[in-house]
């Protein structure tokens, strides 16, 4: 009876209801759009797009002709190549590691598809062939640094100088083969798809799947984990040996991909020429672009953006 006529207390509940405003509206749907926008592309790119915006407006201002769709495409073929190479080596950042080797495999590659198609006649053959070598160069360095626990930045530097002796014996240090007239490397040279590029259409669609596989899946959390703490990581049951050994052998192969598309641009495999220095462009760009050197944080795709302030400068 008593527990029948006892006036019940209230449970107050605003420890586990969202705040809302006078209007009843949720707390996160009062954040001003220019918020959520800031927070989506990320504090650390303000400054990164604010420079890129002032060295548009200037070199516009210097060269009418600059907004034009021609000289458009004119820089984002200049930049498909670095941008290509940043944007895995974004990803090798954000896994705490740092790849050097990117540029001589570039020109490995491009020296290897091209005497594939020379000797076969066949552009499959060729693509196929330094896809497959660029892949085998990431085994290579992935396996340098996991079994023979060499420091990742130590490592490619000296794959960097063997890959670059393997491109010039192979190739007598001249270039090798002539592709200016195979139906498919002129597509990937000067072609266009909805009046783009195939150059640029190709950077669009690997920062694309870079994009996705590092925001939406599994395999993305994970490489974030691994440079952000990998002794946590390890304890968490992430196979990291894994990890470092796969990212390499991605970053091989779209290295390959770059030199593929250097030897369509220049019509031949070049060994030095169009890769010397691509992998101090790739780091810059990716460092530019928001990836911390340490580890664990990145942008993605970015890193092609930091790119577009040389191609701008280079072609105005």
């Not at 990164?48 to 495409?73: R, S, Y």
């Not at 669609?205 to 946590?232: D, F, K, P, S, W």
């Amino acid at each position: 009876m008593n527990a029948m006529t006892r006036k019940d207390t209230p449970v107050s509940t605003t420890a586990t209801s969202p705040k809302t405003d006078p209007r009843g509206a949720p707390e996160d749907d009062r954040i001003p759009p220019l918020k959520r926008f800031v927070t989506a592309i990320g504090v650390q790119n303000i400054s990164l797009i604010i420079a890129i915006a002032i060295v548009v407006a200037i070199i516009g201002i210097q060269n009418p002709l600059f907004f034009t769709v021609p000289n458009l495409k004119v820089i984002g073929t200049a930049i498909a190549i670095v941008g290509l190479l940043a944007v895995v080596q974004t990803i090798v950042i954000i896994l705490g590691a740092l790849d050097i080797s990117v540029g001589s495999i570039a020109g490995l590659t491009s020296v290897t598809s091209a005497m594939i198609f020379t000797s076969t006649s066949s552009a499959a053959l060729g693509v196929l062939g330094a896809v497959a070598i660029g892949v085998a160069c990431g085994l290579v360095n992935g396996c340098i640094i996991v079994f023979g626990r060499v420091n990742p930045v130590i490592a490619t530097l000296a794959t960097l100088a063997a890959f670059k002796g393997i491109a010039q014996l192979i190739s007598d240090g001249r270039a090798q083969g002539y592709t200016g007239a195979d139906p498919f490397f002129v597509f990937l040279a000067r072609g266009t798809l909805l009046g783009i590029p195939t150059l640029i259409w190709v950077l669009v669609l690997v920062a694309v799947l870079a994009h996705v596989v590092l925001r939406y899946t599994t395999i993305g959390r994970n490489i974030y984990a691994v440079g952000g703490n990998n002794i946590a990581s390890r304890l968490g049951g992430i196979n990291i040996n894994r990890y470092i050994i796969g990212v390499y052998m991605v970053t091989g192969a779209v290295a390959a991909i770059a030199g593929i598309l250097i030897t369509a641009r220049t019509g031949s495999g070049q060994p030095i020429s169009g890769s010397e220095g691509l992998e101090l462009q790739a780091i810059t760009a990716a460092a530019l672009g928001g990836a911390a050197l340490k580890g664990g944080k990145g942008p993605s795709p970015a890193p092609s953006s930091p790119s577009s302030c040389s191609g701008c400068s280079r072609t105005a």
